[in-house]
């Protein structure tokens, strides 16, 4: 499960979360914190990496199931059995590319995994400043720079959108 599955949080947000985090009947995963190797449980960087993003039904399935195999009551971390045992990003490296070669797909990074989930939103139709909070940027300027090459707004596409607003406004 990519750090990008995880509502496009870094690899430090999403190592963070705890499952009290996983609001499964809403879709929701709060980022409340970040995790570092030695210190443990941190602060995010910045007031913008305290977030909400949207699970997915199908990550939601996943998620559930991962709860389950853990077998500890929903207790504990998301991702890795405790503090003292916390996940470590070369594992589900490993993991995701034994399954990517099973599945005869080419592997990505991390980030990479990050920057699909942003791309897949914005295909979606998500708008900027939504995906920008999703994603923890300290401004949807950061956003935009990074991911406005994939967002539509020619300048004929804009007209027909125009055009079919004002056709149901107006009647």
């Known amino acids: 499960m990519g750090d ?3 509502c496009g949080a870094q690899a430090r947000g999403a190592t963070g979360a705890s499952w009290e985090d996983v609001d499964f009947e809403q879709g929701l995963l709060r980022v409340e914190r970040s995790w570092d190797r030695v210190e443990g449980p941190i602060e995010p960087k910045s007031r913008a990496g305290k977030r909400r993003g949207p699970l997915s039904a199908s990550l939601r399935k996943h998620l559930l199931a991962h709860r389950l195999l853990q077998g500890r009551g929903g207790h504990g971390l998301v991702l890795g059995a405790t503090a003292e045992r916390a996940f470590d ?5 490993d993991r995701a590319r034994g ?3 099973m599945s005869e ?5 991390l980030h990479e995994c990050r920057h699909t989930y942003a791309s897949f939103m914005i295909a979606a139709g998500v708008n900027a400043k939504a995906l920008s909070s999703y994603m923890g940027h300290s401004s949807i300027t950061v956003t935009i720079e990074r991911y406005g090459h994939l967002m539509p707004g020619n300048e004929r ?3 027909g959108m125009l055009d079919a607003y004002l056709e149901r406004a107006i009647g």
């Open 89 to 93: 990003s070369s594992t589900v490296v």
């Open 105 to 109: 797909v080419e592997s990505i990074s």
């Open 4 to 6: 990008g599955a995880v």
């Open 157 to 159: 596409e804009a007209a």
């Open 99 to 101: 399954a990517w070669a």
